[in-house]
């Protein structure tokens, strides 16, 4: 008998919980439509990235979003485009029943440089021909201050290091 009203009252704080998240959404929509807005979006949003420097500024970082890395990265997010768009589009998830819309969007393409936001974070990292042998492991532990910066401005974010460089990793990476 304990057991059956401890599973009434976690079946009514659930759905006062659900209900409060429709009542704030809710909220939020009549917000976003008096500013003329079409309403409310689930943004997820992705970046592809590569650190680089230049010859002549190895101290100076570089975010390009055109390599060849890049390049074999969006070829195979496109290649899987339409698996995370039926995963998103899923009617069990929470934005789909309360009628918001994913959206599947580059960052690069809604953000200004530097592309410092993202839930899927690919950086790719690769050491110059130029450095020194002498100067790698240095070089790469700088550029690897520029990940944990992501890991700073995103820590809910999936990061992914895309490299051969052993120390160019987040402290999670082992």
């Not at 974070?121 to 790698?136: G, L």
Request: with cysteine; glycine share 4%.
């Amino acid at each position: 008998m304990m057991k059956s009203e401890s599973q009434q009252e976690n079946s009514e704080i659930q759905q006062q919980s659900d209900a409060d998240t429709e009542d704030a959404i809710h909220k939020l929509q009549v917000d976003s439509w008096r500013k003329g807005e079409e309403g409310l979006k689930f943004r997820l949003c992705y970046l592809m990235l590569e650190l680089t420097t230049a010859r002549d500024a190895p101290n100076q970082w570089i975010l390009n979003k055109r390599s060849i890395d890049i390049d074999l990265l969006d070829r195979a997010m496109r290649r899987e485009e339409e698996t995370i768009l039926n995963l998103l589009q899923n009617e069990s998830l929470l934005w789909n029943k309360l009628g918001i819309h994913p959206l599947w969007q580059n960052g690069t393409e809604i953000q200004p440089p530097p592309f410092r936001y993202g839930d899927i974070i690919f950086i790719c990292f690769s050491v110059p021909h130029w450095i020194k042998a002498t100067e790698r492991k240095k070089f790469t532990a700088k550029g690897a201050l520029i990940l944990k910066q992501y890991r700073r401005d995103n820590p809910t974010s999936m990061i992914i290091a895309v490299t051969d460089q052993p120390g160019f990793r987040l402290s999670k990476d082992s």
